[in-house]
DNA sequence: GTCTTTCGCTACGAGTCGTAGCGTAACTGG
DNA sequence: CCAGTTACGCTACGACTCGTAGCGAAAGAC
């Protein structure tokens, strides 16, 4: 026994794969998706301005769609939510937030690109679902938590029913945000996400 | 003078398109569209499941964006919304119209690369918006004069900002089914229509 | 040193793209 | 009926991308 120096841990034998590669890599692919877009964005092109062969990509990436997902994933590190004091203000930083990184070039032409191609592909929408989407959705979690303990809207009993509702949260503002952006294609700014959150705290009844 | 005959109406000499062909090719994209998909949706091979030669196909369109955008634009024709009475039930029938059309396996798969591929160019995102966005934004006009008129919201003065709040409704309503359907990857049934509906029309302060 | 895996490189068949050129078909106007 | 004009089907083409195979060399584990 004790033959294993760590579980999994860079145990195997034979020359390790190069962390710099994999950094030029996804770097390399978010340079080419702001200039190319999405369609003329090749696998090449990509291994060239990384400096890397092109077998290479094809060893840790099984395509064009696996690639540019993990390229783009990790923007979405960046979120995070300070409390901002009340349920409208952390709606309005949760707007905001989605719309920093959804404005720039690499995400606007990417995402919606892998989402078209995870209609097809249910490993592809794995993959966008845990690197992207919830970490989107953990922000709106925390959002309801904090307005929870501040009284602002009430606990539910039933899990069941709780987390239905909050994935109903969640597609609503990830999807306006997303189609205020990209399809409307018109700026998600302090205005817009001020009436946003007019709109989804009080309801349409009550908004003038 | 008087030399036209009718101003612009087959006027011009020579052998006219075929509507027919029109008609083949359109049909063969959506199918295509069902069994490959997007990403694997050749232009040859339309053409010949239209029965057409491929120099005919980019004779009439530019590329694959704009022809998938008017394969797919003519489902988007059967959309009406028929006055159920209140604005719940109406918010509810423009859902679950807009969901009958996105769980379709052709726009599932078409309507995101579309917008993908828009992002990059300006020509097609205008297709898009008069063929497929106008028409879905049209629903949300019509139901919310209905509610005006029933007195359930109040009419707006300003019409800048009536124009701005129509806006913002039209990309929640269809940025959530949007979302809901291809991004979550769920279904929009009856009572996701009902759960978002509440959430809509009271917001989320005074929602269980 | 030996084993194993990764790396860069080259080369390849297969498939797609968008266009050009040709002869023919269809419709208009004199 | 006869030009003139436009659309059509067909073929062929160069350019490009894809994903893979094969090679020798490099890098770490034992």
């Known amino acids: 026994m004790c033959s294993e120096p760590s579980p999994g841990r860079t145990a195997r034998p034979g020359r390790p794969r190069s962390a710099e590669a994999d950094a030029a890599i996804l770097l390399a692919t978010r340079q080419a998706l702001v200039e190319l877009g999405w369609s003329k964005l090749t696998m090449g092109d990509v291994a060239t301005r990384a400096g890397v062969a092109k077998t290479t990509l094809y060893r840790r990436w099984a395509g064009k769609n696996e690639l540019v997902v993990d390229a783009v994933a ?12 009340s349920l409208a203000a952390d709606v309005e930083g949760v707007v905001l937030q989605f719309a920093s990184i959804l404005q720039r070039p690499e995400t606007k032409t ?53 987390a239905r509702h909050a994935d109903l949260i969640f597609d609503v503002v990830a999807g306006a945000v997303v189609h205020r952006a990209l399809v409307s294609a018109e700026p998600v700014d302090r205005e817009w996400a001020r009436d946003f959150t007019a709109l989804i705290c009080t309801g349409l009844q009550t908004t003038t």
């Open 110 to 162: 990417a995402l919606m690109a892998v989402v078209a191609e995870s209609t097809r592909d249910d490993a592809l929408r794995g993959r966008i679902r845990s690197a992207i989407v919830d970490r989107q959705k953990r922000l709106v979690l925390i959002g309801r938590e904090r307005a929870q303990v501040r009284g602002e809207i009430p606990y539910e009993a039933d899990a069941a029913l709780s």
């Open 74 to 85: 990790v923007l979405f590190d960046e979120l995070e939510l300070p409390d901002l004091g």
